[in-house]
T-cell receptor, first 118, second 114 residues
Framework: GAGVSQSPRYKVAKRGQDVALRCDPI?????LFWYQQALGQGPEFLTY????????KSGLPSDRFFAERPEGSVSTLKIQRTQQEDSAVYLC????????????????FGDGTRLSIL | AQKITQTQPGMFVQEKEAVTLDCTYDTSDPSYGLFWYKQPSSGEMIFLIYQGSYDQQNATEGRYSLNFQKARKSANLVISASQLGDSAMYFCAMRGNQGGKLIFGQGTELSVKP
């Protein structure tokens, strides 16, 4: 498809397990973002890639969270030793523009992965 | 620090009427962009409209328009001729000129009544 694709759509894990969430951005999009959306809240920024370079990871809540985009296309968000507070929807977005300067390019979002930690 | 405030947790509007969703923002960046997204119950985030801080005219996109008042730091979304399919959460977001991340507000849940 032409949009941002995220998998799995739903993930249930037991506390302490590791999980990996995948994002396949729109072809040709330079920038890729991960956001976390708690129930009833707006999305909150986690991390940002420009091609394969992770330029901003200031939003990652702890060192249990790790993201990569090794070839500048598909990205994986990994959460180690999951905890109940990690339960949320994880949204991936991609954009044509890079982070330099002022740009009107919108971010296009995937449908998200709903993560539930039991 | 950048911040987006949406003070209306929920709004109701009659079908075919217009509705305004409020958004105020705070930033020290000289240039920035403001975005509105729609999130139906199915969960996807749908881009609606964009306003740049240096744009002279208010943005419009079909039934969506943005009432941008820079001095007041507000960027309200106006939806004209509401339709039942407009029922959803609406998020206002801002991007500064340092990095591409979006800062989102808490959202407004719009319900359109038949």
């Amino acid at each position: 498809g032409a949009g941002v694709s995220q998998s799995p759509r739903y993930k249930v894990a037991k506390r302490g397990q590791d999980v990996a969430l995948r994002c396949d951005p729109i072809s040709g999009h330079v920038s890729l973002f991960w956001y976390q959306q708690a129930l009833g809240q707006g999305p909150e920024f986690l991390t940002y890639f420009q091609n394969e370079a992770q330029l901003d990871k200031s939003g990652l809540p702890s060192d249990r969270f790790f993201a990569e985009r090794p070839e500048g296309s598909v990205s994986t968000l990994k959460i180690q030793r999951t905890q109940q507070e990690d339960s949320a929807v994880y949204l991936c977005a991609s954009s044509l523009s890079d982070s330099t300067g002022y740009s009107n390019q919108p971010q296009h979002f995937g449908d998200g992965t709903r993560l539930s930690i039991l | 620090a950048q911040k987006i405030t949406q003070t209306q947790p929920g709004m109701f509007v009659q079908e075919k009427e217009a509705v305004t969703l409020d958004c105020t923002y705070d930033t020290s960046d000289p240039s920035y962009g403001l975005f509105w997204y729609k999130q139906p119950s199915s969960g996807e985030m749908i881009f609606l409209i964009y306003q740049g801080s240096y744009d002279q005219q208010n943005a419009t996109e079909g039934r969506y328009s943005l009432n941008f008042q820079k001095a007041r730091k507000s960027a309200n979304l106006v939806i004209s001729a509401s339709q039942l399919g407009d029922s959803a959460m609406y998020f206002c977001a801002m991007r500064g000129n340092q990095g591409g991340k979006l800062i989102f507000g808490q959202g407004t849940e719009l319900s359109v009544k038949p």
